[in-house]
């Protein structure tokens, strides 16, 4: 039997009508960054709920190596991490102290409990803002800090949940330096994410998961290649040419090609084999950029479920939900 660090098998969550999480089956393995990705409302937090042991599965099964989440929660609960995507720390007390709580927490006393904090602020570049209150603390410190919590206890496997959520992209970039690094210790990550670009960059392999259900699963790489050839992008000085070279270009190249305000859209096989070609026919042109896109996984979900992962662009939901615990304050 393969062995799986997690290993979901049709696991199953009902809300009354709403099926939440509809037979997941996936197995991580280990050293590996498995990643589930998936629009608002995909399943994904409800996923790693049952994983965690917080939420009581409606049918199906998991085990976090080899523990059964049904049967063995407290040693399950011992070997995960969980940084859930609601942030958890109190921003009353200051990082040092929201991270021994949590060694306390896990049965470390006196030295023990110092020595374990100390490592996971040093690791997460938190040790010199320790002693400030999580209050003061930016966006990504916190984020990270939610991180140092969940590996007092030295998890085998984590299960970070949306971790770079509203983070600009340096401090999702820094996040994602040291996810790297858990990594190389060994640790099974499983990584839930609705950007695409955390996915490429992070995981050995993706599970595409949509309205509950996986619908494909495979390394950035191979679910990419499902998606047959490139985009070319020409964009014109004058817009007004942009229907004419399309049509030339399909008549002429036998692609498909549609104008799009001063920009000419062309889908290729291969840009490698049709640009010398294209070149020479649009050369004299007034083109002011060529740019070609390569299939990412934006473009396998789109063609996979018919519809974009982000569909509320510029709402920036963590950032939100953050006014919104402000203002029930
Ligand atoms: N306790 C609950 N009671 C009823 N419905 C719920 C509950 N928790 C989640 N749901 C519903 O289950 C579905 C999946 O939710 P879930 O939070 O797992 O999605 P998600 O993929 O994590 O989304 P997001 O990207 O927004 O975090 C959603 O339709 C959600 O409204
Ligand atoms: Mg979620």
Not at 165 to 176: F, I
Not at 196 to 203: D, F, S, V
Not at 228 to 236: A, M, Q, T
Not at 283 to 305: A, D, H, Q, Y
Request: some cysteine; proline content about 4%.
């Amino acid at each position: 039997m393969e062995e799986c660090s997690i290993k979901a098998k049709n696991l199953t969550k009902r809300f009354g009508q709403l099926i939440a999480v509809n037979r997941v089956s996936f197995c991580a393995r280990p050293g590996e960054v498995y990643s589930l990705l998936g629009p608002n409302g995909a399943g994904k937090t409800t996923t790693i709920k049952m994983l965690a042991t917080l939420l009581q599965p409606t049918a199906g099964e998991a085990w976090i190596k080899g523990y059964s989440i049904l049967r063995e929660p407290h040693h399950v609960r011992r070997t995960i991490g969980l940084v859930p995507q609601d942030l958890t720390a109190d921003d009353e007390l200051t990082g040092w102290e929201n991270v021994l709580i949590q060694a306390r927490l896990y049965g470390y006393s006196g030295n023990e409990a110092e020595k374990r904090a100390r490592e996971a602020l040093e690791f997460m570049g938190l040790m010199e803002a320790a002693h400030r209150k999580v209050s003061t603390y930016s966006g990504g410190m916190r984020r990270r800090l939610e991180v140092a919590m969940s590996l007092v206890h030295s998890p085998e496997v984590l299960f970070l949940d949306e971790p770079t959520l509203g983070l600009d992209v340096q401090s999702r970039r820094h996040l994602w330096g040291l996810i790297e690094e858990l990594k190389k210790q060994g640790k099974t990550i499983l990584l839930t994410t609705h950007y695409m670009e955390e996915a490429e960059a992070l995981a050995d392999r993706v599970a595409i998961i949509d309205l509950g259900k996986i619908v494909a699963e495979g390394s950035p790489e191979e679910l990419k290649s499902r998606i047959k050839g490139e985009v070319i992008h020409l964009k014109l000085r004058d817009p007004g040419l942009a229907n004419g070279l399309a049509e030339s270009l399909a008549r002429e190249l036998g692609v498909e090609a549609e104008p799009k305000g001063d920009t000419v859209v062309v889908r290729v096989q291969s840009s490698g084999e049709t640009l010398p070609s294209l070149i020479r026919l649009v050369s004299g042109m007034p083109i002011v950029e060529i740019r070609i896109v390569k299939p990412n996984l934006e473009e396998v979900f789109l063609e996979l479920t018919g519809r974009r992962l982000r569909e509320e662009e510029g709402f920036d939901v963590f950032r939100f939900r953050v006014m919104s615990r402000r203002v029930r304050r």
